[in-house]
């Protein structure tokens, strides 16, 4: 169970047409996921985190995190819950 609410789960057109295709891209993803459903904010500074531990804690923020896949740093995806915890999206940040 997550910490915060996360809404409805939205995917992009980009991810979601990787994933389709690309199996340990989609293992990625899920694995992104469970990380950010239990605040672990993946690759973002010190400042960012703190910031999104505030937000779980006021639920009065959005929350974004970041993750890098080690061994292909060109799947790097971005997960955002909205402010008001209505939707959570998983996206290239190349879709924002």
């Known amino acids: 169970m997550a910490a915060f609410a996360t809404g409805k789960f939205y995917v992009t057109a980009g ?13 990625f993803c899920e694995e992104s996921y469970q990380r950010y459903l239990r605040c672990d904010w993946g690759d973002l500074c ?4 703190a910031q999104n531990d505030s937000a779980v804690a006021n639920g009065d923020d959005r929350i974004l995190a970041s993750y890098v896949h080690p061994e292909h740093p060109d799947w790097k995806l971005w997960i955002i819950t909205e402010w008001d915890r209505s939707a959570t999206t998983l996206l290239f940040p190349s879709e924002y």
């Open 15 to 27: 991810v979601g047409g990787k994933m389709m295709y690309d199996e340990p891209f989609r293992h």
């Open 46 to 49: 010190a400042e960012d985190k």
